[in-house]
């Protein structure tokens, strides 16, 4: 799942519920990065998940997305993860990887509850 763009954060609950139920009516696993996307913006606005055009994303937001889908992937939480990165500090790593695992296991037990 995409997240939106930067200056149409109101259309995240479009994407998500497009990828929903196209994930309901195929079978499949849906990645929620968007719904991470939101949440860290939403409660840490010192994160910047956006590159300079306001859709793609910046060091951060690749790393929330590769968080979540190693998440729903692996079935494992990320926090605690030793990886370095530059650009990127201890305590935005471990923000990041916090919102994803708590993103995926909600979508987990969403799944469970629906299937």
């Given at each position: 799942m995409t997240w939106?763009?930067?200056?149409?954060?109101?259309?995240?609950?479009?994407?998500?519920?497009?990828?929903?139920?196209i994930g309901v009516e195929l079978d499949a696993i849906?990645?929620?990065?968007?719904?991470?996307?939101?949440?860290?913006?939403?409660?840490h606005q010192d994160l910047n998940l956006y590159d300079k055009d306001g859709s793609h994303p910046s060091l951060a937001g690749s790393y929330l997305a590769a968080c979540v889908f190693f998440c729903v992937l692996y079935n494992e939480n990320p926090v605690g993860i030793?990886?370095?990165?530059?650009g990127l500090n201890?305590?935005?790593?471990?923000?990041?990887?916090?919102i994803a695992w708590r993103v995926a296991s909600s979508q987990r037990k969403t799944i469970s509850t629906t299937r």
């Open positions: 939106s763009r930067q200056l149409e954060p109101q259309n995240q609950k479009l994407i998500s519920d497009a990828y929903d139920t849906v990645v929620p990065v968007g719904v991470a996307w939101q949440q860290a913006i939403a409660k030793n990886s370095e990165f530059i201890a305590k935005d790593l471990t923000t990041l990887q916090n």
